[in-house]
């Protein structure tokens, strides 16, 4: 199980960490006439604790955007995510070997759909070896789809609910497993394959969706996985 999990990821399973939270102690207001805020005397605010209280409500701000862009980083598709998708379709069908060509579909109206595509096909570069396949891309814009041909799987982005009975179509049509990052994709039967590699690997697998659309995976992946 762990060299099927290093062949997975592309790293030791003992590399990987769970971050663990911390529960930051809750501080109640005392019932008193005269509130301080950070060491200074708010009813009778002179000028350096206005300068205080500004710095404490800038120094807020800078955290939020800080945890923010980490958390924005983090759900963005990356050379690990490009690993755990081959190697995932190395375990399709009776094994996949080659040349493996993935249709990254995105919805034209949906700017963020696109830039997700546009991300997607600039980590994959052209030909990236994953264990037993080379990964290749091509961008599909969901409305030309019934038009395509010859892919290996197909890549769902944001933005393409609405578009869910024709992506399966086309998926029964070329015997393709549909994936996504987003792990809700897999939970509604939308996508065959979830995954994320943030803060650890995880994959999760809908077996009804793949039999759904006539698709299959390797035993030993399915020992590997989660499954919906």
């Known amino acids: ?34 509130l301080a805020f950070v060491g200074a005397d708010v009813c009778r605010p002179g000028r350096s604790a206005l300068k205080a209280a500004i710095r404490t409500v800038l120094g807020i701000v800078a955290i939020a955007c800080v945890a923010l862009s980490a958390r924005s980083s983090a759900a963005e598709f990356n050379a690990k995510d490009a690993q755990i998708l081959g190697r995932t379709l190395g375990y399709s069908g ?15 109206g949906n700017p963020a759909s696109r830039l997700e595509a546009e991300r997607i096909q600039s980590v994959i570069g052209d030909e990236l070896p994953t264990g037993r396949i080379r990964l290749h891309t091509r961008l599909i814009a969901v409305d030309r789809l019934t038009r395509e041909a010859n892919l290996n799987a197909l890549y769902i982005t944001e933005g393409l609910g609405g578009d869910r009975d024709a992506i399966a179509d086309a998926a029964r049509r070329l015997h ?52 919906k």
């Open 176 to 227: 393709a497993p549909t994936i996504s990052m987003d792990l809700d994709c897999v939970t509604s039967g939308a996508c065959v394959v979830g995954f994320s590699s943030e803060p650890t690997v995880q994959i999760l697998l809908n077996q009804g969706a793949a039999e759904h659309i006539g698709v299959h995976f390797l035993q030993a992946f399915r020992m590997l996985v989660r499954e």
């Open 1 to 34: 199980m762990r060299d099927i999990l290093k062949r997975m990821t592309g790293a030791d399973p003992g590399d990987v960490t769970v971050s663990r939270g911390t529960t930051a102690p809750i501080v109640r207001t005392r019932p008193v006439d005269r």
């Open 94 to 108: 009776d094994g996949l070997t080659g040349l493996a060509m993935v249709g990254v579909l995105f919805a034209p």
